[in-house]
């Protein structure tokens, strides 16, 4: 069955890059899939921030958009987030998830990795 | 773009008791709804889809109900590991993308 295994620096400064890399296990990250971004601030509720397809395609959250990248890496079967001009509001668990083409629900996911922006 | 609110917010009950939790859409979502159970220090998991539809390996003291806007979520007879936080879900074509509901504590009583 699919894995996936969130990594990245667990620090940031405030007004820099948040960058996470999602490896995908037991499963190509090129078959019939979305590749999902979810975040979750301390002791608050999930937030949806965006997802890729394996051509290339994305959507993202309307609120998150014009901070947010998110790419894939066919090579390294894995896929990727970059938040920019972070601030103390975006330390979160940060997840990565599957879902699969022409659903709705997100049924693997990443053990989530905490990402505190500080100085 | 659509707005799932979930109620209660806290649900206070004891194992064997039955749980109803609430999630209302602002708009009709047919019925492409979605629950999630999130325990401390773990990822979300896939509890029910399309409403009704348990995923794999959920037992069946789960089950869902619903269409248009309002859905629920029964737990039966709550069992010791069903103590946790609920999320429904949604996912919309335009804007596109997912929104989860504020989420429904079920701590014990």
């Known amino acids: 069955q699919v894995q996936l295994q969130e990594s990245g620096p667990g620090l940031v400064k405030p007004s820099g890059t948040l960058s996470l890399t999602c490896v995908v296990s037991?499963?190509?990250?090129?078959?019939?899939?979305?590749w999902n971004w979810v975040r979750q601030p301390p002791g608050k509720g999930l937030e949806w921030i965006g997802e890729?397809?394996?051509?290339?395609?994305?959507d993202y959250n309307p609120s998150l958009k014009s901070r947010v990248t998110i790419s894939i890496d066919k090579s390294k079967n894995s896929f990727s987030l970059k938040v920019r001009s972070v601030i103390a509001a975006d330390t979160a668990v940060y997840y990565c998830?599957?879902?699969?083409?022409?659903?709705?629900?997100?049924?693997?996911w990443g053990q989530g990795t905490l990402v505190t922006v500080s100085s | 773009e659509i707005v799932l609110t979930q109620s209660p917010a806290t649900l206070s009950l004891s194992p064997g008791e039955r749980a109803t939790l609430s999630c209302r859409a602002s708009?009709?979502?047919?019925?492409?709804l979605v629950w999630y159970q999130q325990k401390p220090g773990q990822a979300p998991r896939l509890l029910i889809y399309d409403a009704s539809n348990r995923a794999t390996g959920i037992p069946a003291r789960f089950s869902g109900s619903g269409s248009g806007t309002d859905f629920t979520l029964t737990i039966s007879s709550l069992e010791p590991e069903d103590f946790a936080v609920y999320y429904c879900?949604?996912?919309?074509?335009?804007?596109?993308?997912?929104?989860f509901g504020p989420g429904t504590k079920v701590d014990i009583k």
């Open positions: 890729i397809y394996h051509s290339g395609r994305t």
């Open positions: 708009q009709s979502v047919s019925n492409y």
């Open positions: 879900q949604q996912r919309g074509d335009w804007p596109p993308g997912i929104t």
């Open positions: 998830a599957r879902r699969y083409s022409g659903y709705d629900y997100l049924d693997y």
């Open positions: 037991d499963g190509s990250i090129s078959n019939n899939n979305w």
